[in-house]
């Protein structure tokens, strides 16, 4: 088996996607740099200016160990010329960021401490909207996620907020940051193929997260990220007053129906999801991000999928009596 060339475009290719799934979303610079390259010119450079500083009167024997003052003067001025250069370059990039004002930056934000506090402030946020739009601006507003402070974009919701089915994952990924939409990324799209393969299109569901801000470098929201980011949701439930709710993953189930087991025991199972005096049926299923890495297990899926339509028929003929069993 031939090795593979680090030109190969699969291999590039792949490289790509590990740094997208680690979280780098653009480049530092413009064009590559070798490191490696820089750092033996600047040692170069720094030996020239310390042999130029040499005078006749350098003893021939130095202790080991111990710098002479003027190589290590020579060495200071080079070290301080390059972190000069390297401020200018920044500097100038920035200007060209900014349309050439160096001053225009990002708003200060604090971090905020995650406790109980955090929690209240964000269920008292919640409990305001009156409205989905009236939810949005109330998230727009809060700064009581940490999240919010290194994602891009709020990620709300999309499809239809009339819908009877609403659907429910943990977070959004690195293309939901971007464009503000949860599930468009290559994930999204699997989901929209399975839910067409059963029947169903982003008209007739609604779809959000637990989480509205993506984590950086897409790792686990942490239990006080979701804890304070929970009662929105919920709120947000209330609001939709869906029929049906479709966990996508474990993550969700857990959080809002209160659920242990994983989810390769809990999908295709009918649960409850209760919220103060909302009661609704609901089922759980693989998250499409999962299906990428197994794509053995869509079949499970589109089956959960099918589950599901059928539900929402039956509940929708009074006459029949073939509701989902609890």
Known sequence: MSALSPNDPLVLEAYLDFL??????????EEPVDRFEQSAQMQARRSAQAQA??????????????????VQAAR????????????????????????????????????????????NAARDAADAARSLEELRDILLRFDGCNLKHTAKNLVFADGNPQANIMMIGEAPGRDEDLQGVPFVGRSGQ???????????????VYIANVVPWRPPGNRTPTPQETEICRPFIQKQIELVNPQLVVFLGAASAQTLAGVRDGIRKLRGRWISYEYRELKR????????????????????????????????QSLNQPTADASPHL
């Open 20 to 29: 997208i799934g680690a979280g780098v979303d653009c480049a530092i610079d």
């Open 281 to 312: 049926q609901a089922i759980a299923t693989y998250h499409p991000a999962y299906l990428l890495r197994n794509p053995i297990e869509k079949r499970f899926v589109w089956r959960d999928m099918l589950a599901v339509r059928t539900a929402y």
């Open 190 to 204: 699997l989901l929209d193929r399975i839910m067409y393969s059963a029947g169903l299109s982003r008209n007739e």
């Open 76 to 119: 200071e001025a080079a070290s301080e010329a390059d972190t000069r250069a390297a401020a200018k370059a920044i500097l100038d990039r920035t200007k060209r960021g900014n349309g050439g004002d160096a001053t225009k930056a990002k708003p200060k934000v604090s971090a905020v401490v995650p406790d109980h506090k955090a929690i």
């Open 53 to 70: 500083h040499a005078t006749p009167d350098t003893p021939a024997t130095q202790p080991r160990g111990r710098i002479y003052a003027p």
